[in-house]
């Protein structure tokens, strides 16, 4: 491919994504502007992500309830809380992509899974994050 190629290539994708971001805000449904939550949710509940284990498997979503890690329940209204200056979509997000950039009051650096930025797809962070952005 030649370099030329490659740059429009490039520019192609971003026009397309482009144009998905400018009509995933007029659609309805269920895609949110920040991803789609129904399937943040089958995801969420999927026993094994790749090889790691999924996100139930330390996350309940009953309030208080500590596996592994702490209960999701309300995620959203603290995580508005959890940095100041920090969106509550930005600090869930950061949360899966770098857990160890804040950790949780009570729990253990590196226990969260490290890997998601390379196991999940842009997507699949987006849809997660939407679901939990649902969970307030
Ligand atoms: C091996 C157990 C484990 C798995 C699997 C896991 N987590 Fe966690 N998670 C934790 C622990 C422990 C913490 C608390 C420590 C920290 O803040 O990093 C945490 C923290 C979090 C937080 C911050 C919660 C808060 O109240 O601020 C979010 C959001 C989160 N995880 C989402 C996820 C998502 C989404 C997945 C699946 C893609 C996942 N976790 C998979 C153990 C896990």
């Known amino acids: 491919m030649t370099k030329k ?3 429009s290539v490039v520019l192609m994708a971003l026009l397309f994504s482009l144009a998905l ?3 995933g805000g007029g659609g309805g449904g269920e895609t949110s502007a ?20 999924g996100c139930n498997t330390c996350h ?15 995620v959203a209204t603290r ?8 969106s509550a979509e930005d600090y869930i997000r950061e949360s899966i992509l770098h857990p160890d950039n804040y950790v949780v009051e009570g729990f253990t650096a590196g226990v969260m899974v490290q890997v998601w930025e390379e196991t999940l797809t842009p997507e699949q962070v987006d849809n997660l994050t939407a679901y939990l952005l649902t969970l307030k």
């Open 21 to 23: 971001v400018a009509c």
């Open 79 to 86: 995580a508005e809380t959890r940095i100041s200056g920090m």
């Open 5 to 7: 190629h490659l740059i």
């Open 34 to 53: 920040v991803g789609d939550a129904k399937a943040g949710e089958a995801l969420f509940n999927e026993a094994i992500i790749d090889v790691q284990p």
């Open 60 to 74: 309940s979503l009953t309030p208080d309830t500590v596996v592994v890690g702490p209960s999701l329940a309300g």
